[in-house]
Structures are given as structure tokens and as C-alpha cells.
């Protein structure tokens, strides 16, 4: 069974950047894709982006050209880079694996 633990989380001003991490453990990241998603005040959880087992990602419209999916298969971690971080983009981060989710990490946008 795959177990997944975000980091990285925090308060930024609008404009600011913040790197996500999940760590993956119990199955080799190499064979695994893995999902972020958030889930805001008051709203439904939401894709954010995906990393393919294969190296292709992809990633919500929404999110296009602020944020980046990448990962480091060595040391089992799929990371989160969003940038240019707007009030909207307030919320609880989950990554996601074959069904599983993380605990959550909170990402707060204010001024």
C-alpha cells in the first residue's frame, strides 16, 4: 500500500511562491502516478496537476503557467512548485496515488 505525506505548506502574500513536497513510500515512485489536488473554503476538491510514471505531467487550466508538477523518482518525491500564488489558490493541498491521499497541507494567499 502506497502512503503519501505532504510539506511545504504555509501563508504567502499574493504574488509569492511556495514549493510543495509529497513523499511516497511502500511503492517505487518510478511505477506510480501521482496527483495533486486542493480542496478551498466552501468548495469541491479540485485537480491541480499530475505526474506521469512515464515523466508526462499535466496540469488545470487554472494553474497554467504559475505552477509546475515535477519529480525526483531517487528520492521518492513529487514536488509542487507554484509561483506567482494568487488569494484564490487558498487551500488544503492532497497529493494522491492507486487511490490513496495524504493528509493535506494548508496553503494560505493574503495579504
Known amino acids: 500500500q502506497v502512503r503519501l505525506v505532504e510539506s511545504g505548506g504555509g501563508s504567502v502574500q499574493p504574488g509569492g511562491s511556495l514549493r510543495l513536497s509529497c513523499e511516497v513510500s511502500?511503492?517505487?515512485?518510478?511505477?506510480?502516478?501521482v496527483g495533486w489536488h486542493r480542496q478551498g473554503p466552501g468548495k469541491q476538491r479540485e485537480f491541480v496537476a499530475q505526474s506521469l510514471s512515464g515523466g508526462s505531467t499535466s496540469l488545470a487550466n487554472s494553474v497554467k503557467g504559475r505552477f509546475t508538477i515535477s519529480r525526483d523518482n531517487a528520492k521518492s518525491t513529487v514536488y509542487l512548485q507554484m509561483d506567482s500564488l494568487k488569494p484564490e489558490d487558498t487551500a488544503v493541498y492532497y497529493c494522491?496515488?492507486?487511490?490513496?491521499w495524504g493528509q493535506g497541507t494548508q496553503v494560505t494567499v493574503s495579504s
Open positions: 494522491t496515488s492507486i487511490g490513496q
Open positions: 511502500g511503492i517505487s515512485l518510478r511505477l506510480l502516478a
